[in-house]
Antibody
Framework: QVTLRESGPALVKPTQTLTLTCTFS??????????VSWVRQPPGKALEWLAL???????YYRTSLKTRLTISKDTSKNQVVLTMTNMDPVDTATYYC????????????WGQGTMVTVSS | EIVLTQSPDFQSVTPKERVTITCRAS??????LHWYQQKPDQSPKLLIK???QSFSGVPSRFSGSGSGTDFTLTINSLEAEDAATYYC?????????FGQGTKLEI
């Protein structure tokens, strides 16, 4: 059974750095073809893809946020970490991690999401 | 960046109705188009991958079609539990993008 769970702070101040952790089970990121993505959703708005890391440690980022994002993995802990620097109120959103398969790059399993509010 | 435009944005429907949601891409994306269902306060769930392939466990009333720039999600014989927002997503090129969503009210 594949599960993913996001964890991190619910509240961050403007200009701070956000660190989110995705802890997963039921698959391994060392398996060829496996990937994990981060997707966010501002309240009442659409989904927005942020970053992807694959089994070979290749990393891809949303162009407009590339300078602020870092994605990494710890295969031994079954975790993927996303950091976003210089947080702003417009970054207030629910952040999801999702398993991605390199065959179609569809997001086939999602975590429950973690709501992050950026406010002073 | 590839822009995905869904229509309609909102639709009020009745049970047993047949519903069609369209997704148009700003450039050709082959069959690299996927559909998700998101119910209130839940995470999205994959319904259809690669334009027309049903994901495991998804009811057979959900189907997808299309290629290139025009895609369709069809729900046959709508059920009350299908009230949700539906999103299309392209994985043809980075950055991956989503449509703005279509909210179905039943």
């Amino acid at each position: 059974q594949v599960t993913l769970r996001e964890s991190g702070p619910a509240l961050v101040k403007p200009t701070q750095t956000l660190t989110l952790t995705c802890t997963f089970s039921g698959f391994s990121l060392s398996t060829s073809g496996m990937c994990v993505s981060w997707v966010r959703q501002p309240p009442g708005k659409a989904l927005e893809w942020l970053a992807l890391i694959d089994w070979d440690d290749d990393k891809y980022y949303r162009t407009s946020l590339k300078t602020r994002l870092t994605i990494s993995k710890d295969t031994s802990k079954n975790q993927v970490v996303l950091t976003m620097t210089n947080m702003d109120p417009v970054d207030t959103a629910t952040y999801y991690c999702a398993r991605t398969d390199s065959g179609t790059y569809a997001f086939d399993m999602w975590g429950q999401g973690t709501m992050v509010t950026v406010s002073s | 960046e590839i822009v995905l435009t869904q229509s309609p944005d909102f639709q009020s429907v009745t049970p047993k109705e047949r519903v069609t949601i369209t997704c148009r891409a700003s450039q050709s994306i082959g069959s690299n188009l996927h559909w998700y269902q998101q119910k209130p306060d839940q995470s999205p769930k994959l319904l259809i991958k690669y334009a027309s392939q049903s994901f495991s466990g998804v009811p057979s009333r959900f189907s997808g079609s299309g290629s290139g720039t025009d895609f369709t999600l069809t729900i046959n014989s709508l059920e009350a539990e299908d009230a949700a927002t539906y999103y299309c997503h392209q994985s043809s090129s980075l950055p991956y993008t989503f449509g703005q969503g279509t909210k179905l009210e039943i």
